[in-house]
């Protein structure tokens, strides 16, 4: 494909790859009951590590150590950050899942003050005044009702911002293909360790038929194609435009869980849901887009 067309299809890759993704999470809360955590991941990761290897063969004449170093600390941050999500879905709604794991967005900004002593713009205080309002929204019930779940999903949140921050950093004059394969390896490398020690043993064995195609689904769509589409689609698009389109993960992992499951948020729910969407949008386009419109 030539620039040109590149640059059209790029807004559509980002909404199909956010669409892929907000897929997920009723998927992976009814395969749960199914498969091991753990050995979902690995599946995931490997799968998708070979996969895209494979597409890249021709890169890795100039990998050297510290692309090996560098990837596999993202990698373990990677590991940390789904391990977390996925085990945290098991006791939480997938609409709720969705929503709690976007705070990243809200967390990066005060990461990289830590790293490189950016101050974060006063929209990224308020993004995160409005995400805690989010939160609090979505948890009241008469009183705070946050489930071990809902705990686990916001840690995974914050691993997730540690991963991005470690990401940036180490992406800078490296192939950020390559580091996308290193980091699959070595998640994938940590969850078949995890697999083989609290399982004892690869969990194979009676899974349906129904179970091996959310793990195919997880690893060629949500993993392999929806990465390679956000990285297409962030080339091409405004960053502003691109992280807009990004933050549509949440409202589609909320759509698609009330559509295919019994989930029923309240009113109140709805309303929380909305604040922690508009804090990502916040604190990812600081409304620059609102700003042109007037302009033009």
């Not at 969850?191 to 609290?198: D, E, I, P, R």
Request: with cysteine; charged share 10%.
């Amino acid at each position: 494909m030539n620039d040109a067309l590149l640059k059209k299809l790029s807004k559509p890759m980002i909404v199909a790859a956010t669409l892929i993704w907000g897929s997920t999470f009723f998927l992976l809360k009814d395969t749960l009951d199914d498969v091991d955590p753990l050995f979902l991941l690995a599946f995931r990761f490997t799968f998708a590590a070979v996969l895209l290897a494979l597409v890249f063969l021709n890169r890795w004449k100039g990998i050297d150590a510290g692309y090996w170093l560098r990837g596999g600390l993202m990698g373990l941050f990677l590991f940390a950050a789904y391990t977390v999500q996925t085990y945290g879905l098991i006791g939480t709604t997938p609409g709720k899942n969705a929503f709690f794991t976007s705070i990243y967005c809200v967390i990066v900004p005060f990461l990289y003050w830590a790293v490189d002593g950016s101050r974060p713009t006063r929209y990224n205080v308020l993004a995160a005044l409005l995400c805690v309002a989010g939160v609090g929204l979505v948890s009241w019930d008469g009183g705070f009702a946050l489930t071990w779940g809902d705990g686990l999903t916001l840690l995974s949140g914050l691993l997730y911002a540690f991963h991005i921050v470690t990401a940036t950093v180490f992406a800078q004059k490296r192939d950020v293909f390559l580091l996308t394969v290193i980091q699959f390896g070595t998640a994938a490398l940590c969850c078949w360790t995890g697999t083989l020690c609290l399982t004892h043993g690869v969990p194979v064995e009676g899974l349906p038929p129904r179970a091996w195609g959310v793990l195919l689904y997880l690893a060629v769509f949500a993993t392999s194609l929806a990465l390679l589409f956000q990285n297409i689609g962030q080339k091409y698009t405004e960053p502003a435009a691109a992280a807009l389109l990004l933050a549509l993960e949440a409202p589609f992992g909320v759509a698609f869980s009330v559509i295919f499951t019994d989930e029923a948020p309240t009113p109140l729910m709805y309303l929380g849901f909305a604040v922690i969407f508009l804090a990502v949008v916040c604190s990812e386009t600081q409304f620059k887009f609102l700003r042109a419109k007037n302009r033009t």
